[in-house]
């Protein structure tokens, strides 16, 4: 466990707006191979209701994870100090170390690995891998603070 210095910042390389547009547009991909044939066969309206499903449901997870990016988590003289942006709000939040817990997440494979931070057991953040977030900077929170 950390006790007197730790801190490590993350560049947003895209803001919130920027992040969604693109999570928008690339959402798009799949629902369109299945439209533009549905035109072509003459079954636009099926084709529209089942392309506007399945763009939801690729949208909507896409949307969840562009929401939250931490930007710098820094531990000085027993105090955590989280910061990060919610949307384009930015935020702080701070504590007592020992309060505060990291684990690793995943769900389908190694490259959609998730940091979850932890404050007294309750999940408060999860960050995916999104700009400069990657597996071994997860890696590096979890081994300062174990």
């Known amino acids: 466990m950390i006790e007197n210095m730790f801190e490590i910042k993350v560049k ?27 035109i072509i066969q003459g079954h636009w309206v099926f084709g529209a209701i089942v392309s506007t499903v399945i763009f939801l449901l690729f949208f909507l997870p896409r949307q969840v994870r562009q929401l939250v990016f ?3 988590i820094s531990a000085r003289n ?13 935020a702080i939040m701070s504590g007592k170390i020992e309060d505060f817990h990291f684990k690793l997440g995943g ?8 940091l979850k931070v932890y404050h007294k057991d309750e999940r408060i953040l999860r960050q995916y ?5 990657s597996t071994s900077k997860f ?4 081994a300062a603070f174990q």
């Open 12 to 38: 947003e390389l895209r803001s919130y707006n920027q992040r969604i547009v693109r999570a928008f547009y690339v959402s798009l991909i799949m629902p369109a191979f299945f439209f533009i044939p549905s």
């Open 70 to 72: 931490i930007t710098s």
């Open 78 to 90: 027993g105090v955590l100090t989280i910061v990060y942006m919610e949307g384009n709000e930015q």
């Open 107 to 114: 769900r389908y494979s190694k490259q959609d690995v998730t």
């Open 129 to 133: 891998q999104l700009g400069d977030w």
């Open 139 to 142: 890696n590096q929170i979890l």
